[in-house]
């Protein structure tokens, strides 16, 4: 490992902060409700997904609110660290032509920013349990550890999309659609119980974002966990980190010149 | 003031930069699919030869000026010296934190007040908050901008900026400055006081890379001149500055 000095420790941490602050400061800027919008959305949907599905095409899920409130926090959060990610290095131009850093630093304020913003929104899934009167379990301990795996994930696909959004622009366009195709692929508003077994092996086992849902819903809601899940999604999370890292410090040198 | 024996700080060897004029090759993922073999050709039409063979060495304490007509290099050369880019060919052997490149539209968020946009520079350049806050004030007062330092930086003008630009770059404590051109938004006044500071960063050793289209500011303040003409250095000359110390 590295070791680091404390003033290069404090030095990080200062970078950190700041970028992450800065981060934050931006996206507020002139908004009056700042961060109540990023619930908002999420929540918005969770309703109307509760209609057409609970009522219209009488899905049969127990607790659904919850399960989609769960669904979607997570999906969100990985959605909006994407989509951040795109302008993450094409916003910060006037910096990266003038001074050379380790450009790195300002996709991880993203992802941390968006992180809180998760964070935030998890707090709000308590008020739930406690409606729904579901009591905490031992597998609780795990969910610092998934949020974590799911950090890294966020994190090596922000290093992707925003080296590459640098040289084409038109990343902005196909992420939108991705996203949206993803999204109703992934078991997010339905269970994966519904999922035909054939293609179980595309929606679910190919799909980390599909385990992702799935070990946070078991953890919170049904008080179980399973570990080949578990262990399929760290190693997702690893490969698309390191995969996006790559990129990013082969395409980090030509940024300058083409920002 | 004879720097002969310094040592040498800024090493440019046999550096070659070209270009890809990536926007000119592809525009969109349009192009990619339907394009396809001509990316090829294009890619070898869509190179541009920016710097060609330079070489030059810059000792300790020593201010550099180069000189040239409008796209000869220049700015791509500081870009170079500061790390932002990196050659084709040559090598470039830099000694000593460097400053932020000063130029134009310095690198500063818009939509950051000045404040946030000195903590944030002096971050970029290694310092941490602590370092920073230590002469913040004295970044403040150099640039005269009072209670605009509140505001963000897109309400300033392009004076302004450059009045912030200058005075972070010099008060962190850089081994080496490179200013390109940043003085000629400045207002005499300005103009005066940084030539002072610069004078005053030389006499502490701080070596500089100066860019500039006015000869007689040049001459007033550089030790040697580089001129470059398309890419190439045409000539090298030392300024005699007898012993007569101008008054500015
Ligand atoms: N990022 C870039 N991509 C492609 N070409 C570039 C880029 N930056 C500069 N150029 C080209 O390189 C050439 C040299 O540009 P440069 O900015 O170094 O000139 P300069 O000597 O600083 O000119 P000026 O006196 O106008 O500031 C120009 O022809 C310019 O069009
Ligand atoms: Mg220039």
Redesign the pocket.
């Known amino acids: 490992m590295i070791s680091l000095t404390t003033r290069q420790w404090e030095y990080y941490r200062d970078l950190i902060f700041e970028l992450t602050n800065k981060e934050l400061k931006l996206k507020y800027k002139s908004s009056m409700l700042g961060f109540v919008w990023s619930l908002l959305l999420p929540f918005s949907h969770a309703l109307v997904y509760f209609v057409a599905f609970k009522y219209i095409l009488r899905i049969k899920v127990e607790n659904y609110a919850l399960f989609l409130i769960v669904g979607l926090f997570v999906w969100q959060w990985f959605a909006n660290s994407i989509l951040a990610g795109t302008g993450a290095v094409l916003s910060n131009g006037n910096l990266i032509k003038k001074t050379r850093f380790p450009y790195e630093f300002l996709v991880i304020a993203v992802i941390i920013s968006e992180w809180l913003h998760f964070i935030l929104a998890f707090v709000t899934i308590f008020i739930f349990l406690a409606v729904y009167g579901i009591p905490p379990t031992i597998y609780w301990i795990f969910i610092p550890f998934l949020m974590l795996m799911q950090s890294v994930m966020n994190l090596g696909s922000a290093f992707l999309v925003s080296s590459i959004t640098v040289f084409f622009r038109d990343m902005v366009w196909f992420i939108n659609i991705f996203l949206n195709m993803f999204f109703y692929l992934t078991p997010i508003i339905y269970p994966i119980e519904m999922i035909p077994d054939r293609l179980k092996i595309f929606i679910v086992d190919a799909n980390p974002m599909a385990l992702f849902v799935a070990l946070y819903r078991q953890i919170i809601i049904y008080g179980t966990i399973d570990y080949v899940y578990l262990s399929l999604a760290v190693v997702y999370s690893i490969v698309v980190f390191l995969f996006g890292w790559r990129v990013f410090a082969k395409l980090k040198w030509k940024f300058?010149?083409?920002? | 003031m004879s720097e002969k024996n310094q040592e040498v700080v800024i090493e440019v060897k046999n550096l070659w930069k070209t270009?890809?004029?990536?926007h000119h090759i592809v525009t969109s993922f349009k192009e990619v699919v339907l394009h396809f073999p001509r990316l090829f050709k294009k890619l070898r039409q869509s190179r541009?030869e920016?710097l060609k063979d330079v070489t030059f060495e810059v000792r300790k304490g020593e201010v550099f000026g180069i000189m040239?007509?409008?796209?000869?290099?220049?700015?791509?050369?500081?870009?170079l010296i500061a790390g932002v880019?990196k050659p084709d060919r040559g090598t470039i052997k830099v000694k000593g934190r460097i400053s932020p490149l000063l130029?134009l539209g310095a690198g500063f968020h818009p939509e950051l007040t000045g404040r946030e946009n000195i903590i944030l520079n002096g971050l970029l350049l290694g310092m941490t908050k602590r370092e920073i806050m230590q002469r913040f004030d004295e970044i403040v007062e150099f640039s005269e901008l009072g209670h605009f330092i509140e505001e963000p930086i897109r309400i300033y003008s392009s004076g302004m900026v450059a009045r912030l630009g200058f005075s972070v770059a010099v008060h962190t404590d850089p081994d080496i400055l490179l200013v390109?051109?940043v003085l000629a938004v400045g207002d005499a006044n300005f103009q005066q006081k940084c030539l002072r500071k610069m004078e005053e960063l030389r006499n502490n050793g701080v070596t500089m890379v100066f860019?500039s289209?006015s000869r007689t500011q040049m001459e007033a303040i550089c030790n040697r001149i580089m001129t470059?003409d398309h890419?190439r250095v045409v000539s090298i000359e030392e300024i005699n500055r007898h012993a007569e110390e101008k008054t500015c």
Do not use: C, M, R
């Open positions: 300058a010149e083409v920002l | 270009y890809v004029l990536y541009f920016v040239g007509h409008n796209g000869a290099g220049k700015s791509t050369l500081l870009a880019i130029e390109d051109e860019v289209h470059i890419g």
